[in-house]
């Protein structure tokens, strides 16, 4: 079965710091994960998708996200946080056999302080 | 474009009683989810829809739950007999197709006194 864990309920980070939120993956095949980003009251926005290629895959805002297939990880970042990236992240892979069911993760609260 | 939309935005029921939830996608996605997001929760699938068909409903939690879309565009979820436990956020998105990303709306929260 797939499953997908974010081991972090929350991550603090200084504006202009980087910043990294955690994934790891468990699949029966090739994965394909997603990054999704929820705002209060809002739903939840795509970020980013590892299908297959490069490792390392750029997103929406200046996000990136870098596959790593020996530690199955899938670690969001971005070089230099900004205050308005505040909010829920999601990090979610897609069923191999089963194509249209996503497994998300339990969520990661991002605070970014000025 | 507008995007996925969902009505209501809140709904308040009681023990017993039955509820409908809308879902608008995206013109032209074909592809249509339902999600159930509880508190501190990642959303978690309920059910599949490829066109006017249920392609997959095994998220459904039991009989109680039951989702259709006739025309292939406008989706409506229903919940029978409703349970405390039924109380969450229910979140709809839709994509070109199953391949493609999908795009959520606001979601339904919905509580059950």
């Known amino acids: 079965a797939q499953s997908v864990a974010q081991p972090e309920d929350q991550v603090n980070v200084a504006e202009g710091n980087p910043l990294t939120v955690k994934c790891t993956y468990s699949?029966?095949?090739?994965?394909?994960l997603f990054w999704y980003v929820q705002y209060p009251n809002r739903g939840l926005q795509f970020l980013l998708k590892y299908i297959t290629g490069d490792n390392l895959v750029k997103g929406s805002y200046g996000f990136e996200a870098e596959f790593n297939k020996s530690q199955t990880s899938f670690h969001l970042k971005k070089p230099s946080a900004l205050v308005s990236d505040s909010a829920l992240y999601f990090c979610?892979?897609?069923?191999?056999?089963?194509?249209?069911?996503?497994?998300f993760g339990s969520g990661t609260k991002l605070n970014v302080k000025p | 474009g507008a995007g996925v939309s969902q009505t209501p935005s809140n709904k308040v029921t009681e023990k017993g009683k039955y509820v409908e939830l809308r879902c608008d996608p995206i013109s032209g996605h074909t592809a249509l989810y339902w999600y159930r997001q509880s508190l501190g929760q990642g959303p978690e699938f309920l059910i599949y829809?490829?066109?006017?068909?249920?392609?997959?409903d095994s998220g459904l939690p039991n009989d109680r739950f039951f989702a259709v879309r006739p025309e292939g565009s406008v989706s409506t979820l229903k919940i029978q007999r409703t349970e405390r436990g039924d109380s969450a956020v229910y979140l709809c998105?839709?994509?070109?197709?199953?391949?493609?990303?999908?795009?959520f709306g606001p979601g339904t929260r919905l509580t059950v006194l």
């Open positions: 979610a892979v897609r069923e191999v056999d089963n194509f249209n069911k996503f497994y």
């Open positions: 829809f490829q066109g006017t068909g249920a392609a997959d």
């Open positions: 998105a839709s994509s070109f197709s199953s391949y493609n990303e999908q795009f």
């Open positions: 699949v029966s095949g090739n994965p394909y």
